[in-house]
């Protein structure tokens, strides 16, 4: 007979996976170690296979386990996603939206939606990833983020997420205000000086990759920094040189300790992309959040 997996089972192994421990799952799901430990054994028993290695601190998942992991939060989420759908086709507007967005999308796109979407709808939780699309496929994959806006360079994930092109930004070379290469005219004249990046894991800086090793002169790129704010701090109080969003130029929060060098090389437009899952359905909330993306997009992008 096959063993059926139950729900209960499943919430047990993705909290205790998500922890790494029985004691922190326990405390999450306000349920018993002796009770979620159980809950993992017959889950063990019935798919044959074991799950979860103990560590001295904690436990980990097995290959098997990391395997189950996949699927196993999916499931969560789609069930979450599905509960949540019919209490919006009944009227009661609530649920939880979760967003993933490029750091310079969070600056710029982000804040008059959500404003608005929070007015329209405040019992809606909504919660957002910031970050580049490298650090999000797992949880697009897993259903633990509804959708993405994020630039996006042709790889690997084509066949499993449906890209929408949104709006494309132009990006600039930048240094703190009053650098001594301020009058620079060309990336040439720029040699000299330490430069910093984002991670060139991000979709537009493997562009910039590219536009570089076609040169025979390149920035020497010391610093690579994991997250976008980082770069923009060390580049407005330092000497670093960095290509970021034209936009910083005229951001209230930043752009007086920021200054464009106005180089003769053109540099390539990071195009930005709606990214869902290609067998997701969103809830009719999800789908109006993204529709009121799509219209911002449209208002602050026309080309």
């Known amino acids: 007979?096959?063993?059926?997996?139950?729900?209960?089972?499943?919430?047990?192994?993705?909290?205790?996976?998500?922890?790494?421990?029985?004691?922190?799952?326990?405390?999450?799901?306000?349920?018993?170690?002796?009770a979620l430990t159980k809950s993992i054994k017959e889950l063990e028993e019935g798919v044959s296979a074991q799950l979860f290695v103990r560590r001295s601190?904690?436990?980990?998942?097995t290959e098997c386990g990391e395997s189950f992991y996949q699927h196993a939060s999916l499931i969560l989420e789609e069930l979450r996603a599905a509960q949540e759908e019919i209490l919006q086709r009944q009227g009661r507007?609530?649920?939880?939206?979760?967003?993933g967005l490029g750091a310079s999308v969070a600056r710029t796109l982000m804040p008059p939606v959500i404003t608005r979407f929070?007015?329209?709808?405040?019992?809606?939780?909504?919660?957002?990833?910031?970050?580049?699309?490298?650090?999000?496929?797992?949880?697009?994959?897993?259903?633990?983020?509804?959708?993405?806006?994020?630039?996006?360079?042709?790889?690997?994930?084509?066949?499993?997420?449906?890209?929408?092109?949104?709006?494309?930004?132009?990006?600039?070379?930048?240094?703190?205000?009053g650098h001594p290469a301020?009058?620079?005219?060309?990336?040439?004249?720029?040699l000299q000086y330490n430069w910093t990046?984002?991670?060139?894991?991000?979709?537009?800086?493997?562009?910039l990759e590219e536009l570089f090793s076609d040169r025979s002169q390149i920035p020497n790129i010391g610093v690579v920094c994991e997250t976008f704010s980082s770069c923009i701090s060390l580049v407005a109080q330092s000497d670093f040189l960095s290509i970021l969003p034209e936009e910083l130029g005229t951001d209230r929060l930043i752009s007086h300790r920021l200054e464009i060098i106005p180089i003769a090389e053109p540099l390539p437009k990071a195009a930005y992309y709606l990214i869902q899952r290609r067998d997701s359905q969103q809830t009719p909330l999800t789908a109006s959040l993204i529709t009121q993306f799509r219209r911002q997009s449209q208002q602050l992008f026309r080309n």
């Open 93 to 99: 507007l609530t649920g939880q939206i979760n967003v």
């Open 57 to 61: 601190k904690g436990v980990a998942l």
């Open 197 to 207: 990046m984002p991670t060139p894991r991000g979709s537009y800086y493997k562009q």
């Open 118 to 177: 929070h007015q329209q709808h405040p019992q809606v939780k909504v919660r957002i990833m910031e970050g580049q699309l490298v650090s999000m496929i797992n949880e697009l994959r897993q259903g633990e983020l509804d959708f993405t806006i994020n630039s996006y360079y042709k790889g690997p994930y084509d066949h499993e997420f449906t890209f929408e092109k949104l709006f494309e930004k132009s990006f600039a070379v930048f240094a703190r205000t």
């Open 1 to 34: 007979m096959t063993f059926q997996v139950k729900i209960h089972q499943i919430r047990a192994f993705v909290e205790v996976a998500r922890q790494g421990s029985i004691r922190g799952a326990s405390r999450i799901l306000q349920l018993s170690q002796p």
């Open 182 to 190: 301020r009058e620079a005219k060309t990336i040439s004249d720029l």
